[in-house]
């Protein structure tokens, strides 16, 4: 069962087909009563997007994005994972396992991995070099959908563990946002201190109890915990849904192109730093490229469930990560933590960085951003640590 198996992303004409069949047939809703996305996606956004969908998208765009990469899967607990691995021509470069969460996919990564595996021929150092694997999560993509209870973050944090064994890597980084940064942070509490050089967030969470120990908050702090109660009273039904009943809300979005894409690109709006305009951010392809993945994969109800897995048991838990850590915050996150915030968590914090855009689809949205972010992160974990920290050997 450990075998690693090389993979290329299909898709058939077939499949393609019924796509469009059911996009012209969409049934759809009467035209909201509001001028903005304060009850949702409007219906002429959704229809606009749907129309390109069907008559201009390249229905290809996913797999020749993809295929140009190495990827393979492999069976851990009864369960394929996907992924890509992504060689750098510099010799050592630094193992990094990095993670999506949801709405999101692999597809994130597609404007970063050149500039991050290869820093040379992106206008950085050698010494920056990484080598990528970057996994599909279980239920999400092409891996594979549980059949069994019992896929949380932490069981997805052993997976991936057990994946960088089966890979060969002696010493290696995690790095995520969104589920991602939860699997990574999970990955900084369970994995052995002798193999993982630290962790990488762009996306985390801490307990607002710790905080209000350290005093009055910050203006700063004050705006984050707004924003936080404002994402979780205004923004928070589809975890509650996709946490509580995944299974229904599966029936819909797997039967409806144009409900699976106002499902996800609603978040898209939401959570990036485009204001008014989603495509000031991303394209139309770049939005859509992202919907295939999961309208290909029939993946709404598979990948809702990772939350009915881990909402209450992991969202909700603050366990302090003691592994070298890096957070760099974006300033349209959905959720936004102080450093010293951060701290009461990430207990070997040894960078914050505050980029100047971006939002929770880092990667995508602002990639140049996105890969200074991650090198200096990683630079720091590999850098001395603060002397009542735990010392940890430099990667060679």
Known sequence: M???RPFRVEISDAVIDDLRERLARTRWPETEPVDDWSMGMPLAYVQELAGYWAESYDMQRVAGLLNRYEQFTTTIDGVDIHFLRVRSPVEGAMPCIMTHGWPGSVMEFVKVIDPLVDPVSHGGQASDAVELVIPSLPGHGWSGKPTVTGWTVEKIAQAWIELM?????????????????????????????AKLIGIHLNWALADPA????????????????????????????????????????????TDSPAGQLAWIVEKFKTWSDCGDDLESSFTKDELLDNVMVYWTCAAAASSARLYWHSLASSVGSFDEVPAPSAYSRFPADNVALSERWARTRYTDLRYYGTPKRGGHFAAYEAPAAFVEEVRAGLRALVSAPAPEAPVYPPFS
Request: no cysteine.
């Open 210 to 253: 710790e905080l209000m120990k350290l005093g009055s908050p910050t203006e700063e702090e004050q705006r984050h915990l707004a924003s936080l109660e404002h994402s979780s009273q205004a923004e928070g039904g589809y975890a509650i849904e996709q946490g509580t009943k995944p299974q229904t809300l599966g029936y819909g979005l």
């Open 2 to 4: 450990s075998e690693i």
């Open 165 to 193: 064994d089966r890979l060969g890597y002696e010493r290696w980084a995690a790095q995520g946002g969104d589920w991602g940064a939860l699997v990574s942070s999970a990955i900084g509490r369970l994995a052995d201190p």
